[in-house]
């Protein structure tokens, strides 16, 4: 199975390569091959979940927050009389 897009051998080839000895080290004073990226490591990622918050948790947790204020509130009044 191949991919669409493979990507290339991130190791020179010395034969092909300038700058290469045949054991594949670099002659005094040449630069070395730059690093190769890998643009093909990992899988393609498709789905991007939204961020944030969902509409109904928000509404919950506002819900259980004016819920526990009205009883601190009651509790207040109780607590006065």
Request: aromatic share 4%; charged share 20%; hydrophobic share 30%.
């Given at each position: 199975m191949t991919h669409p897009n493979p990507t290339p051998n991130?190791?020179?080839d010395p034969?092909?390569?300038p700058?290469?000895?045949a054991g594949?080290?670099?002659?005094p004073g040449e630069t070395?091959?730059?690093?190769s990226s890998m643009?093909?490591?990992g899988p393609q990622e498709t789905h991007n979940?939204?961020?944030?918050?969902a509409k109904a948790p928000l509404?919950?947790?506002l819900l259980v927050v004016v819920l526990v204020a009205a009883l601190f509130a009651a509790m207040a009044l109780v607590i006065a009389l």
């Open positions: 991130p190791d020179p034969d092909r390569t700058g290469l000895d594949g080290g670099v002659p070395p091959p730059a690093e643009p093909g490591a979940p939204t961020t944030g918050w509404a919950l947790i």
